[in-house]
């Protein structure tokens, strides 16, 4: 398979969702895309042991899309190949009592990621512009100094918002920490079918929540907000791409190449040299430790 052409998918201020297509195969049976993953994620988890031991850059991976989008089996499936210590998933949920005692970036500063390492976060900090914009009540319960009311939640509000998120993601950048958000971009009709699958499977059956019913009467206002959103947000330092998502392998696929290419321009990510001393003296470490195999009889 070629290359996938990663700037086909990158988002930018103009980006129309109704019109990117949901579904992709590259003319390949889900037979093949699986094999082209595990090559894909190999070589992932390869260059992941040489980003650690070189130790500069942090990656942040962050995962978006509507429920039945695939962001828990994309997760499983890309970074399957991973060392464990290498990476680290964090799946926000509603906010607890401790974190809405703090602004609603903090929990995700204490989930970064550290040097060497991937963070993957399943659900961002961008749920605050998604659905507490469909929900705007729950803004109330981060007891904002000037809301006090949902009335109080206007436009400016949401303007300020996205800013602090634009400075958030500038600033990890800043600082060697290379942001890459995905947005699962799934059909109505593939969610529908995701969903009577969740019902009929009884392995399955655990996922649904009557919830997820009433969160799908509101698909049109999470589609809106979800290009606003992007429009937005999609910089070159912390680019969006959008990912037809109805195809699952698929799917895979573009998001383990596009990291992976995407890693691979930074040509400063290598493994560190050995110092002058330790290179100057192999020979005689080595003569040390088969010495003492023929020491112990072995």
Excluded at 84 to 95: C, D, I, R, Y
Excluded at 97 to 124: M, Q, S, V
Excluded at 176 to 184: A, C, D, E, I
Aim: hydrophobic fraction near 35%.
């Amino acid at each position: 398979m070629k290359q996938v052409p990663i700037e086909d998918y990158k988002a930018h201020s103009e980006i129309v969702l109704d019109a990117i297509p949901t579904y992709q195969d590259f003319g390949m049976e889900k037979k093949k895309l699986k094999r082209e993953l595990v090559t894909l994620r190999k070589r992932l988890g390869k260059f992941q042991d040489v980003m650690y031991a070189h130790g500069k850059y942090a990656v942040l991976v962050c995962l978006q899309g509507i429920d039945t989008a695939g962001k828990d089996s994309l997760i499983r499936e890309v970074f399957k190949d991973f060392n464990a210590q290498g990476v680290v998933v964090h799946s926000f949920k509603v906010p607890t009592e401790l974190e809405r005692k703090h602004d609603f970036l903090w929990r995700h500063y204490i989930a970064l990621p550290a040097r060497g390492k991937f963070g993957i976060f399943n659900r961002t900090h961008y749920e605050n512009v998604l659905v507490t914009r469909v929900h705007p009540q729950y803004i109330l319960g981060e007891f904002l100094p000037d809301v006090q009311s949902v009335d109080d939640i206007d436009d400016a509000f949401w303007a300020r918002r996205f800013e602090q998120i634009n400075q958030f993601e500038k600033t990890l950048h800043q600082n060697g920490t290379l942001v890459f958000k995905f947005f699962l971009h799934l059909s109505e009709e593939e969610q529908r079918q995701r969903l009577l699958r969740r019902l009929r499977l009884r392995e399955k059956q655990w996922k649904f929540s009557a919830s997820d019913l009433e969160e799908r009467k509101l698909w049109d206002q999470y589609r809106k907000y979800y290009q606003d959103a992007i429009r937005k947000t999609s910089k070159e330092h912390a680019p969006w791409y959008v990912i037809p998502a109805d195809n699952k392998p698929a799917a895979r696929v573009i998001v383990a190449s596009i990291l992976l290419q995407s890693m691979q321009q930074y040509k400063d990510i290598r493994e560190p040299e050995l110092s002058k001393e330790i290179k100057s003296n192999l020979k005689e470490y080595r003569r040390q430790l088969e010495a003492q195999a023929k020491q112990s009889g072995k």
